[in-house]
Structure formats: structure tokens, C-alpha cells
């Protein structure tokens, strides 16, 4: 059975980077499958952050490219979310997700993660 | 960028009826539209993919529809469990993906 679990902080400071670590068991960070940042703010709908591919290659939502890094540790199963320079906007429950490509869809979800960004 | 919209924004039924939720997309994503579920204070869980596929695990009374622009989630007859928020996706111009603002179905 494949789980993401995400972890980090739950606060961060404005202007701060945004931290967060989504760790996948029951499946290899090496299999044939994308995986992903989505965001959702309290009370609003998704927005999809960006994904990564075990070798490395990524693929950023165009509006949040320029503050997003998303990373890969295959030794740790494990994959990570880094956001620069946040603002209040940025307070949201994080979640990381498996992109099935064989399904067209995000078929796994983690938990999700609340962030606020407050000082 | 893909704008969905989905309607209506909150659809009130009673158990035993059928659901009709809409999603129209800003230009044509073929049959690359995915529906999700939502409950408070979970995750989203995938109910469609490609338009009109069941994931694994997703009872029969959930079925899809559409392709191009506009596309249809019904809920045969509702159970309890089924109040939730449900939203579309689409994965036509990967990897831009995009989401529908959500449909809110609850209990009349």
C-alpha cells in the first residue's frame, strides 16, 4: 500500500523559505511515476505547485516558477518543496500527491500539511 | 492557462437522488479531466480519470462524462458519504495542470 506522508514546519515567517518534505512508502521514488506539490488555501480549491521525476527533472506551475524548488532524494525515498520569499497568500495545507500517468491523475495523496505564514 | 469552471457552486440534494455536477473548460483538454472528492479535513481521492474512467475502489454509482469542453460527474443515487466537495482537473496541457473552483454537495 503507497503512502505519502508530509512533514516541515507549520509556521514560517514572511519573506521566509517554506520547507517541506514528503516522504513515500510502499513504492520507490524510482518508479515510473511523477510526483507533486498541490496547495490548497483555507477554505478555497487546489492549485497545483509542481512535480519531479526521480532523475531529477522538474516542471513548475508558470505563476509560482520563480519562488519554487522541488527536489529529489532517491537514498531517502523522499521528496521536497522549497518556496522563497512568502507572504500570508502562501498559508495553505500542503499536500504532495503521486502523478499516475497511466491514469492521467493524481491517484495518491498524503495527508496534508498546514502552513502559515505569519511573524 | 486552462480556466474550468465548474457549476454550480453548491448543489443541495437529499439522499437516494441523483447528482449532476458540470465542468466546462476554457478551450478543449480532449478526455484529460480527472474529478476528485473531498471531504473536511482530508485529502482529495480520485473518483474519474480520462473523462469517464473509475479508479480503483470507486462504487458504480459514480460515472463521467464529456470530452473537448464539457464534461459531467453523476452521482446515481447518494449515500451519505457522498456529501463532500468535488473537483475537476484537467491534464491536457501538461504539465500546467489546472483545477475547477469546486462544487459543494450537501445535504438539502
Known amino acids: 500500500q503507497v503512502q505519502l506522508q508530509e512533514s516541515g514546519p507549520g509556521l514560517v515567517k514572511p519573506s521566509g523559505t517554506l520547507s517541506l518534505t514528503c516522504a513515500v512508502s510502499g513504492d520507490s521514488i524510482s518508479s515510473s511515476y511523477w510526483w507533486s506539490w498541490v496547495r490548497q488555501p483555507p477554505g478555497k480549491g487546489l492549485e497545483w505547485i509542481g512535480q519531479i521525476y526521480h532523475s531529477g527533472s522538474t516542471n513548475y506551475n508558470p505563476s509560482l516558477k520563480s519562488r519554487v524548488t522541488i527536489s529529489v532524494d532517491k537514498s531517502k525515498n523522499q521528496f521536497s518543496l522549497k518556496l522563497s520569499s512568502v507572504t500570508a497568500a502562501d498559508t495553505a495545507v500542503y499536500y504532495c500527491?503521486?502523478?499516475?500517468?497511466?491514469?492521467?491523475?493524481?491517484?495518491?495523496w498524503g495527508q496534508g500539511t498546514m502552513v502559515t505564514v505569519s511573524s | 492557462e486552462i480556466v474550468l469552471t465548474q457549476s454550480p457552486a453548491t448543489l443541495s440534494l437529499s439522499p437516494g437522488e441523483r447528482a449532476t455536477l458540470s465542468c466546462r473548460a476554457s478551450q478543449s483538454v480532449a478526455s484529460f479531466l480527472a474529478w476528485y472528492q473531498q471531504k473536511p479535513g482530508q485529502a482529495p481521492r480520485l473518483l474519474i480519470y480520462?473523462?469517464?474512467n473509475r479508479a480503483t475502489g470507486i462504487p458504480a454509482r459514480f460515472s463521467g462524462s464529456g470530452s473537448g469542453t464539457d464534461f459531467t460527474l453523476t452521482i446515481s443515487s447518494l449515500e451519505p458519504e457522498d456529501f463532500a466537495v468535488y473537483y475537476c482537473?484537467?491534464?491536457?496541457?501538461?504539465?500546467?495542470?489546472?483545477f475547477g473552483q469546486g462544487t459543494k454537495l450537501e445535504i438539502k
Open positions: 480520462d473523462a469517464s
Open positions: 482537473q484537467q491534464r491536457s496541457n501538461w504539465p500546467r495542470y489546472t
Open positions: 500527491a503521486r502523478d499516475n500517468t497511466v491514469y492521467d491523475a493524481f491517484d495518491i
